[in-house]
């Protein structure tokens, strides 16, 4: 299957099987906002779940909260996203269409030979890293780039667009003051530190963990849930003594891609890209790439944000955040390595992962399925319970086997369609588990399991279901 189908066919099944549909849809749909439905939002939650526990559970040192969304004001001029948070962008005179200049670049790259686009990227990071606006406006010039809706290359200058998205806070005009929706949740978090050391009696070192929506407003927002107008992210902070920044840089990113391989998901569809250009903040920063349908491209960042943002909150709030370091009686401002993961981009890579047309044909006849092969651990729905006919008592046991297992994990009951039509539609939805309810059950409480992946089926006593479930979606 080409790429480019492998992300329709994606888009389409997630539309029809109840896992993402476009924001607003019936007003035409907002751009690159979406809403995950009743088998995404479950899926979702998985995720968010696994990387909570990941984070929080497995490690005796990182603890969790839920920040607000609203900050105060300050905190955006502190972080220094008021004044540095843009892309540098460029506008198609004739088309009116606005390109985020490395997109644009890069699209570019894709319809030339690898040799000379590789040194076209080369060239425009070392463009980015130094800021260098007219350089990057005589490279696009040079090479003709042209703009993919009027065809013509007649573009404005560079510029800067900051991403952040304001709003007013207050009840009366007087009052009314601008605020930002948080661009990433980690200011939340460095705004909390001593609040968290202090009631938490946390030792250096150790982390904060989050989960919660960011707001960008991105110029070029496409790729389906990969770049989206207001998105999820999961980050971890972590507070380390100044000078062992680089071990605990190198300790998060294997911890990281031991995570993301924990997943079920081979070694060589991921890669690091290590930044060239780094934030205002890093003194060390890479990208964690997934081969996604359409390419190689950034999921999660782990980046080394020295004491920049405590400092810069110390100095614009006037209150201390330093820490008291009992084994050496010294005071010091942390130094922080950051985690973050786009919540959103891990379900499209789970999705992308999981997605599979299966010929099925034999020489005699031609059949094909659509399957989700989501881990266990992860699938919205983990166990169907099919009764093979509506009659004859079988819906009652199905409906106590789901009562034995719901409070364990979700269930589905489904008792139309044949029983082939109905395990196809829990492929489609990526059910690891469906048993099978027929007349024999009522003789000896035997049932039929049939595994998604495999389609091979056996009889085991139904009593048994609910723990090898349990024992096959376990997350540790
Ligand atoms: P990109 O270069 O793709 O814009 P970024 O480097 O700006 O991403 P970070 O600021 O490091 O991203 O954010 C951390 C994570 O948040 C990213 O790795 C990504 O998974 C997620 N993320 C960032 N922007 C978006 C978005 N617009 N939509 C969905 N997820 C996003």
């Not at 990208?287 to 782990?302: A, L, R, S, W």
Request: overall charge negative; glycine content about 6%; some cysteine.
């Amino acid at each position: 299957m080409a790429n480019d189908n492998k992300l329709a066919n994606i888009i389409a099944h997630c539309k029809e099987y109840g896992f993402v549909f476009q924001s607003s849809e019936i007003y035409d749909g907002l751009s690159a906002v979406y809403d995950y439905g009743q088998n995404g939002a479950e899926l979702k939650r998985n995720i968010r779940d696994y990387w909570w526990k990941s984070m929080t559970q497995m490690h005796d040192n990182i603890v969790g909260i839920d920040a607000a969304i609203f900050m105060h004001p300050t905190v955006w001029k502190a972080s220094g996203h008021v004044d540095n948070f843009s892309d540098p962008m460029i506008d198609n005179k004739d088309s009116k269409k606005r390109y985020r200049v490395d997109h644009l670049i890069e699209a570019f790259v894709e319809t030339i030979d690898k040799e000379k686009g590789d040194e076209i990227l080369q060239q425009m990071e070392q463009l980015l890293a130094a800021n260098d606006f007219d350089g990057l406006k005589a490279m696009i010039d040079a090479n003709k780039m042209k703009c993919s809706i009027s065809g013509t290359c007649n573009w404005t200058e560079v510029r800067q667009f900051n991403l952040m998205f304001s709003t007013e806070i207050g009840s009366v005009a007087e009052e009314a003051n601008v605020i930002y929706l948080r661009p990433e949740t980690a200011q939340g978090i460095f705004v909390n530190f001593l609040n968290v050391q202090k009631t938490g009696r946390m030792k250096i070192p150790f982390g904060i963990a989050q989960t919660g929506k960011a707001f960008r407003n991105e110029i070029v927002a496409r790729g389906f849930i990969f770049r989206m107008r207001e998105f999820e992210q999961m980050e971890m902070q972590f507070f380390v003594k100044p000078g062992t920044q680089k071990e605990w840089y190198d300790y998060w990113k294997e911890t990281r891609m031991k995570w993301h391989l924990s997943l079920g998901i081979s070694a060589d569809k991921y890669r690091f890209h290590d930044h060239v250009k780094l934030a205002h903040y890093a003194d060390m920063a890479c990208d964690i790439e997934y081969d996604f349908p359409m390419g190689f491209k950034e999921v999660e960042g782990v980046h080394s944000r020295t004491d920049f943002d405590l400092k810069q909150h110390q100095q614009f709030s006037g209150k201390k955040l330093t820490y008291f370091d009992t084994d050496i009686n010294q005071h010091y401002t942390p130094y922080v390595i950051e985690t973050s993961i786009g919540l959103d981009r891990t379900v499209m890579m789970i999705l992308s992962e999981a997605y599979e047309e299966e010929d099925l044909s034999t020489a005699d006849k031609q059949d094909s399925r659509t399957v989700l092969r989501f881990p266990p651990m992860l699938a919205p729905i983990k166990l169907a319970v099919l009764p093979l006919t509506k009659k004859d008592g079988l819906p009652e046991i199905a409906r106590d086997l789901i009562a034995q297992c719901k409070p364990h994990f979700k269930c589905f009951y489904e008792e139309k369609d044949t029983i082939g039509k109905r395990y196809r539609r829990q492929d489609a939805l990526g059910t690891p588990f469906c048993v099978t309810i027929d007349h024999q059950t009522k003789e000896d409480n035997m049932v039929t399991i049939r595994y998604r992946d495999s389609m091979l089926q056996e009889r085991v006593p139904m009593e048994q279901i609910k723990n090898m479930v349990l024992e096959k979606i376990k997350m540790f």
